[in-house]
């Protein structure tokens, strides 16, 4: 009974307490709700500003960066930034000063630096791409590191994104991008076509040679004005293997080549050149076996 009573006194105690205090503060904590209140309008508000600030900067981007990818990256940091000095109106309202919230600011970006090592990585890999311009928007692309290939569809802040030629989307890190080797295949208008085609060693080699040639002429695709070659590139262990060499604009590489190798085809039928196929010739000695 003793316990029961002074457990009813002790909590008596704490609820005198806890209505002394908000008597004492009710000032105090009335103007802090009214300016969590306040700060919630204005980050509402601040969200609405921040909407409509961005369409001119989106503008004057546009107009100065002729890359979208770097018009995309400067405008998600303009964003960022925005939104970062919303966060210190907010704190100034809720009433942590500016150089508590300046010490904060900084205290995390070095956390959050240490933490997330990979994603400061990846942003300082998107200016890099962004000041270097190795790449653009629209141009194909392959990242020799981990073997990504595709058609560069944006850089953004973290993640550059690649659209691969069967339609599937590649968010390569822009650090990974920007400490690889990348071969821009679209980076110039015009590409050399190079292949090589076997023949066997009974067939015509000088006919061969002629009919790739009269081809190549004769391909609409291919860039007439600039140097054709045909040649014996190898003599390989079933077959002569004709090289040849032909330039294209770099958008009909692929057409062109596929064009090429069908026609090959049919008129090395139509003309009895032979395209062997790999062989391996045995000799089996006949006298061991007999005399066994």
């Known amino acids: 009974m003793d316990s029961v009573t002074e457990l009813q006194q002790t909590t008596v105690e704490e609820a005198n307490r806890m209505v002394t205090y908000f008597q004492e503060n009710a000032s105090n904590i009335l103007i802090f709700g009214l300016r969590i209140i306040f700060a919630v309008a204005i980050f509402f508000i601040g969200r609405k500003v921040i909407t409509l600030l961005l369409r001119p900067v989106d503008r004057f981007f546009k107009r100065s960066i002729k890359e979208e990818s770097g018009h995309h990256f400067m405008v998600s940091l303009s964003k960022a930034g925005m939104y970062v000095v919303l966060a210190g109106i907010l704190a100034s309202i809720v009433g942590i000063s500016t150089t508590s919230f300046a010490a904060l600011i900084a205290s995390l970006g070095v956390g959050v630096g240490l933490a997330l090592k990979e994603s400061m990585s990846n942003l300082a890999g998107g200016m ?46 822009n650090g990974v991008l920007a400490n690889s080797g990348i071969t821009n295949v679209s980076g110039q208008k015009k590409r050399e ?39 014996v590139d190898e003599l390989g262990d079933s077959a002569v293997k004709i090289g040849w060499r032909a ?12 064009n090429i190798l069908e026609q090959i085809k049919i008129v090395f039928d139509k ?15 006949t006298s061991k076996i007999r005399s066994k």
């Open 193 to 231: 076509l190079r292949y090589t085609v076997g023949i066997s060693y009974e067939s015509d080699l000088k006919k061969a040679k002629n009919l790739i040639l009269e081809i190549l002429s004769h391909e609409e695709m291919v860039l007439q004005e600039e140097s054709k070659q045909v040649f």
């Open 128 to 173: 890099i791409l962004l000041m270097t311009k190795p790449v653009g928007s629209g141009e194909y692309i392959k990242e020799d590191g981990h073997g990504n290939e595709g058609t560069v569809q944006k850089i953004g802040l973290f993640y550059t994104t690649l659209v691969t030629p069967d339609n599937q989307v590649i968010n390569l890190p």
């Open 247 to 258: 330039w294209v604009a770099t958008e009909n590489y692929w057409t062109a080549k596929w």
């Open 271 to 285: 003309e009895g050149i032979e395209i062997p196929f790999s062989q391996l010739d045995v000799n089996l000695d």
